[in-house]
């Protein structure tokens, strides 16, 4: 495991717990599956996903640990927890690989200014949205009253991506969260309904609802939630409050 982990887990301002249990479960996949790095720079990542892998009907079946993890207790829950930090892991090696842009030839300066102030808006994006997964981590009943986060303070890996917050309602139901900054797009409907089929199909479960944070909606979002009773939309906002500084 590179050292620097930490530093970023402490950048995506998850919780000191939260870090030590990263590394610990990133720490105890590298001893059984060996350097995660190299796996993925070898095309092996893949295969030590699926060995990670556990399904409800795996479960259900009473089928034996497919992978080379030894630890006591649930299979599913202990194989899904090492299965996130590992793809929580691969995005981190993701994230600070260098994409080598540079201005040449074949690559003229006004378009690698325009890329760069794409990539500096999209940190500017990114950084609000761990911002807002940040407090409602902390408060998450002011979003909706009966929630109780279930992710173990990570955002949740599936197939088509990383789930911001994944929660029960007080019915039972699992409850995706997806955080935008700003306005949406419609691709957000395509992403939070895909991260849902996910989970469906991960947890045998047959009724998952949608919530999506943003500061607004465009208007083919607003019309297609029309038709989608288990996806909700909420508005966020932030205040600023001013104190006169009074100097003695």
């Given at each position: 495991?590179?050292t620097?982990?930490?530093?970023?887990?402490?950048?995506?301002?998850?919780?000191?717990?939260?870090?030590?249990?990263?590394?610990?479960?990133?720490?105890k996949v590298?001893?059984?599956?060996?350097?995660?790095?190299?796996?993925l720079?070898?095309?092996?990542?893949?295969?030590?996903?699926?060995?990670?892998?556990?399904?409800?009907?795996?479960?259900?079946?009473?089928?034996?640990?497919?992978?080379k993890?030894?630890?006591?207790?649930?299979?599913?829950k202990?194989?899904?927890?090492?299965?996130n930090?590992?793809?929580?892991?691969?995005?981190?090696?993701?994230?600070?690989g260098?994409?080598?842009?540079?201005?040449?030839?074949?690559?003229?300066?006004?378009v690698?200014?325009?890329?760069?102030?794409?990539?500096?808006l999209?940190?500017?994006?990114?950084?609000?949205?761990?911002?807002?997964?940040?407090?409602?981590?902390?408060?998450?009943?002011?979003?909706?009253?009966?929630?109780?986060?279930?992710?173990?303070?990570?955002?949740?890996?599936?197939?088509?991506?990383?789930?911001?917050?994944?929660?029960?309602?007080?019915?039972?139901?699992?409850?995706?969260?997806?955080?935008k900054?700003?306005?949406?797009?419609?691709?957000?409907?395509?992403?939070?309904?895909?991260?849902?089929?996910?989970?469906?199909?991960?947890?045998q479960?047959?009724?998952v609802?949608?919530?999506?944070?943003?500061?607004?909606?465009?208007?083919?979002?607003?019309?297609?939630?029309?038709?989608l009773?288990?996806?909700k939309?909420?508005?966020?906002?932030?205040?600023?409050?001013?104190?006169?500084?009074?100097?003695?």
């Amino acid at each position: 495991m590179r050292t620097d982990y930490r530093e970023w887990l402490v950048g995506q301002e998850y919780a000191e717990n939260t870090i030590a249990a990263q590394m610990h479960r990133v720490q105890k996949v590298e001893q059984a599956y060996g350097d995660l790095e190299q796996a993925l720079a070898q095309g092996l990542f893949d295969v030590i996903v699926q060995d990670l892998t556990y399904s409800t009907q795996d479960e259900k079946f009473n089928r034996p640990n497919p992978s080379k993890m030894s630890f006591d207790g649930n299979i599913r829950k202990n194989l899904q927890s090492y299965k996130n930090a590992a793809l929580l892991y691969r995005k981190y090696l993701l994230d600070i690989g260098d994409l080598g842009l540079q201005s040449t030839v074949d690559t003229p300066l006004k378009v690698v200014n325009v890329v760069q102030k794409e990539a500096s808006l999209e940190k500017q994006h990114l950084s609000l949205e761990r911002d807002m997964q940040a407090a409602l981590r902390k408060d998450i009943l002011r979003l909706q009253p009966d929630l109780t986060i279930i992710d173990d303070g990570v955002e949740r890996g599936v197939a088509s991506g990383f789930i911001d917050i994944l929660c029960r309602d007080g019915a039972g139901r699992l409850v995706v969260i997806e955080l935008k900054a700003g306005k949406t797009d419609a691709r957000v409907l395509g992403q939070i309904l895909g991260y849902m089929g996910d989970i469906m199909s991960e947890e045998q479960s047959p009724d998952v609802l949608g919530i999506i944070v943003a500061s607004d909606f465009d208007q083919r979002t607003l019309s297609a939630v029309r038709v989608l009773p288990n996806v909700k939309l909420c508005r966020y906002s932030i205040r600023f409050d001013f104190d006169v500084v009074v100097i003695p």
